[in-house]
């Protein structure tokens, strides 16, 4: 009797609990970054190529992981002089051929359907180099399909890399990212 009482349990807990672990695969060609960074003179707007993305996440516990992997030397900013040396000088795409987040963990609710703003937690790499990060999104889960959106501050030179400045041309030492996923969820 005690056994029958715990697979009734688990057989009414069951589709609920599954219900809770989804999966968002990112459509690449749908999706993009983008970079606004202000000088002196002007403000760079640039644009660059998501390579893959899946992020598995879990309503309870707010856990997620995964990864978003960008490729650092897609970046277009309309100059390709500008693009050459923020290439080599500034991402050194020959020794790091991508950059990524990997989140870890959220705050907030994600609603079955719908907008949700959550809290993301986790790890942006740069250079090689793990920085933790929480990033604001707006998701939007709608049957199978689902965006995630996000603005945020990267402080490229605290992280480690070069300040692209010269003479009486002054660049930020950080950089704002616009990032749009468009992807399928699945259970």
Do not use: C
Request: hydrophobic share 40%; net charge neutral.
């Amino acid at each position: 009797m005690k056994s029958f009482a715990i697979f009734a349990i688990a057989v009414v807990l069951g589709p609920a609990t599954l219900a809770q672990h989804q999966t968002f695969v990112v459509n690449p060609d749908a999706s993009e970054v983008k970079m606004t960074l202000n000088t002196t003179h002007e403000v760079v707007n640039g644009t660059f190529h998501i390579q893959s993305g899946s992020i598995e996440f879990d309503r309870n516990p707010s856990k997620m992981s995964g990864s978003v992997v960008v490729l650092a030397g897609s970046g277009k900013t309309g100059n390709n002089s500008r693009d050459k040396k923020m290439n080599k000088d500034i991402l050194k795409v020959e020794q790091h051929s991508t950059v990524s987040f990997e989140p870890k963990s959220y705050t907030g609710a994600i609603a079955t359907s719908g907008d949700s703003t959550i809290q993301v937690t986790g790890v942006f790499t740069l250079l090689g180099t793990p920085h933790e990060i929480t990033i604001p999104m707006l998701v939007h889960l709608d049957s199978a399909s689902a965006t995630a959106k996000a603005h945020f501050v990267v402080p490229y030179v605290q992280w480690g890399l070069k300040n692209p400045s010269f003479l009486i041309w002054k660049a930020d030492n950080d950089v704002a990212i616009d990032l749009s996923l468009t992807g399928r969820v699945s259970r």
